[in-house]
């Protein structure tokens, strides 16, 4: 059975569908014991299951119609500090993954499109700051690197992060393998 929009899926809905625009809203909406369903204003501290049995929704597809993040789980923020996932089971299940190559092996699928207030956030973040490097910017982080200037001191002249200009140094071109 195809998955629907929320509207379809529950016309009658109480509730109007409204999208995220801030961080600040997506916090609220998972602080708390419980978090609510969009659709029919119903509480739970789980919402995935929920979605599936009673409105045949993807936590994907209801995530896209409120514009939520894709890597947030639809848990409310009590439920999941009683998760169990600590930050040391975190780190522990990191290095398992990266030593058996999971990350390496596993299917990609395209990439998802970012939420509405995370584009918003990163559009506000960057502002006039906003830079296009290219193939200028890595011959003006060569040079100054042949002077035997720091990365650190680069990126002052350069005016931006050290870790950018260690970022470009670093490239290599296309088709050279690497050691």
């Not at 119903?42 to 993807?58: D, E, G, T, V």
């Not at 890597?71 to 522990?92: P, Q």
């Amino acid at each position: 059975m195809a998955r629907r929009s929320a509207r379809e899926a529950w016309p009658h809905c109480p509730m109007k569908p409204q999208v995220f625009k801030t961080r600040r809203d997506v916090e609220r909406y998972f602080s708390g014991d419980t978090i609510q369903c969009l659709i029919c204003g119903r509480h739970f501290k789980r919402l995935h299951r929920h979605l599936a049995a009673k409105h045949n929704l993807s936590a994907d597809h209801y995530k896209k119609q409120f514009g939520l993040a894709w890597t947030r789980g639809l848990t409310s923020a009590t439920s999941l500090a009683k998760s169990g996932w600590t930050e040391e089971r975190k780190a522990k299940a990191r290095k398992l993954a990266r030593k058996s190559r999971f990350f390496e092996l596993a299917h990609l699928t395209p990439r998802r499109e970012f939420a509405p207030f995370l584009k918003a956030e990163a559009i506000e973040h960057l502002g006039a700051n906003a830079k296009a490097f290219g193939k200028k910017f890595d011959l003006q982080v060569h040079a100054l690197a042949e002077k035997g200037l720091s990365i650190r001191a680069i990126a002052r002249v350069l005016k931006v992060s050290h870790t950018t200009v260690l970022k470009r140094s670093k490239r290599r071109p296309k088709g050279k393998p690497r050691r």
